[in-house]
Nanobody, 115 residues
Framework: QVQLVESGGGLVQPGGSLRLSCAAS????????MDWYRQAPGKQRELVAT???????ILSDFVRGRFTISRDYVKNTVYLQMNNLKPEDTAVYYC?????????WGQGTQVTVSS
């Protein structure tokens, strides 16, 4: 049984930083592509970043240069480092393991960027 648990969200001022974590159990994050998505109120869920099973990282245009995605083999965890946060980054952030049809999703963590 695969479980993904996100943490690290919170309230931060514009220009600040947060690091989100996605701790996996029941499967290894290195074996599958792992994604971070986000969903703002009234908007569709959108892909933020991906790390492939081979370690290639892909960032969406709207976060490139500000966010990085990484993973830790020992901790079996994927991270999203978010710098220079903007109010438009406010959303619930979800991680996804691309294993099987539909994949596996975490429960999400709220990020609010506001002064």
């Amino acid at each position: 049984q695969v479980q993904l648990v996100e943490s690290g969200g919170g309230l931060v001022q514009p220009g600040g930083s947060l690091r989100l974590s996605c701790a996996a159990s029941g499967s290894r994050v290195y074996m599958y592509a792992m994604d971070w998505y986000r969903q703002a109120p009234g908007k569709q869920r959108e892909l933020v970043a991906t790390v492939t099973s081979g370690g290639t990282t892909i960032l969406s245009d709207f976060v490139r240069g500000r966010f990085t995605i990484s993973r830790d083999y020992v901790k079996n965890t994927v991270y999203l480092q978010m710098n220079n946060l903007k109010p438009e980054d406010t959303a619930v952030y979800y991680c996804k393991m691309n294993r099987g049809p539909g994949g596996f999703w975490g429960q999400g963590t709220q990020v609010t960027v506001s002064s």
